[in-house]
């Protein structure tokens, strides 16, 4: 089993960065792919992003392609997500979660964190 535990939300001016985290705790760690994903308010929760076990692969919504990058250290058992140029419909709550399955469904994921708001303002 993995809890997990997101940081680092908070609220930016439109052009501004954030770096998310999400520190996880259990065993095998590394065996997870590990997503990212978001809801707004009044809207459906919506992949963002996902990065492979190792941290070589990534997949970007479009909507967030060049913009966000994803990360992992495996050692330190925590994901990062750096958020650049940050634009108000990128206010919402952000989760990470991980699976054994990569995907961009959220029922392939079995584990989640609580969530982190961000708030982009204009």
């Known amino acids: 089993q993995v809890q997990l535990v997101e940081s680092g939300g908070g609220l930016v001016q439109a052009g501004g960065s954030l770096r998310l985290s999400c520190a996880a705790s259990?065993?095998?760690?590394?065996?997870?792919?590990i997503g990212w994903f978001r809801q707004a308010p009044g809207k459906e929760r919506e992949f963002v992003v996902a990065?492979?076990?190792?941290?070589?692969?990534?997949y970007y919504v479009d909507s967030v392609k060049g913009r966000f990058t994803i990360s992992r250290d495996n050692a330190k058992n925590m994901v990062y997500l750096q958020m650049n140029s940050l634009k108000p419909e990128d206010t919402a709550v952000y989760y990470c979660?991980?699976?054994?399955?990569?995907?961009?469904?959220?029922?392939?994921?079995?584990?989640w964190g609580q969530g982190t708001q961000v708030t982009v303002s204009s």
């Open positions: 990065i492979s076990r190792s941290g070589g692969f990534t």
């Open positions: 979660a991980a699976g054994s399955t990569g995907s961009s469904l959220e029922d392939r994921y079995d584990y």
């Open positions: 259990g065993r095998a760690f590394s065996r997870y792919i």
